[in-house]
């Protein structure tokens, strides 16, 4: 079974500075993909980027990077340059074979001024 | 615009009583899903449909019934033997070729007094 570990319930940031988002994961498939999203209080989901197993680079999307490490079977989301606009709840997620998304139990960033 | 619809926004449904969410997306999408999440927790899958007249459970079907008559429209019915139905309910769609093809609804919050 696959599952998502995101060991960090909330953070603090001061705007204008960078963020790491840890996640972990566990499966024994060789093939699976990667994703973060962003829930602002509205509830809606927003994705913010994907990684597939097999990609070579890591991925990056914007002010969005992820920092993937298969040997240690993580992949941690880094926000550049926080904005207030950030502050929201942040999950991570997993999809192979039945590509129905595992999530992890988020990571709360609040931006500070 | 393409997208997905879940309605109502709000419910409120007295103990004991079924209720139906509902999910419709025009879009195109082979596959839909139904998750469910708790306050400040991530989500979990209740129900999938990867094609038109079949479905799977997910993680948490108990109480919960689906059906996929139309490829557009995937709703969820939460049944009486659903012990703890206040939640906030999630829908999404997906194409089948692209692993980051993922849309999710704006939610249903459900709650039962």
């Known amino acids: 079974a696959q599952k998502i570990t995101q060991t960090q319930p909330g953070m603090f940031v001061q705007e204008k500075e960078a963020v790491t988002l840890d996640c972990t994961y566990d499966?024994?498939?060789?093939?699976?993909?990667l994703f973060w999203y962003k829930q602002p209080s509205s509830g809606e989901m927003i994705f913010l980027i994907y990684?597939?197993?097999?990609?070579?680079q890591n991925a990056t999307e914007g002010r969005y990077s992820l920092n993937f490490q298969k040997a240690r079977k993580s992949a941690n989301l880094v926000i550049s340059a926080s904005q207030l606009g950030d502050s929201a709840m942040y999950f991570c997620?997993?999809?192979?074979?039945?590509?129905?998304?595992?999530f992890g139990s988020g990571t709360r960033l609040q931006v500070q001024p | 615009d393409g997208g997905i619809t879940q309605s109502p926004k709000y419910l409120f449904r007295k103990e004991g009583q079924n209720v139906t969410l509902s999910c419709e997306q025009n879009?195109?999408?082979?596959?839909m899903y139904w998750y469910r999440q708790d306050p400040g927790q991530g989500l979990r899958l209740i129900y999938y449909?990867?094609?038109?007249?079949?479905?799977q459970k997910g993680d948490i079907a108990e109480g919960y019934s689906v059906s996929r008559e139309k490829k557009e429209s995937f709703p969820l019915t939460v049944t009486s033997a659903q012990k703890n139905p206040t939640a906030f309910y999630l829908c999404?769609?997906?194409?089948?070729?692209?692993?980051?093809?993922?849309?999710f609804g704006s939610g249903t919050r459900l709650t039962v007094v």
């Open positions: 997620a997993m999809t192979k074979g039945r590509r129905a998304l595992t």
């Open positions: 990684q597939g197993s097999y990609d070579q």
């Open positions: 879009l195109n999408h082979d596959a």
């Open positions: 499966t024994s498939d060789p093939s699976y993909g």
């Open positions: 999404a769609s997906s194409v089948n070729d692209r692993p980051d093809g993922y849309t």
């Open positions: 449909s990867q094609i038109v007249n079949d479905f």
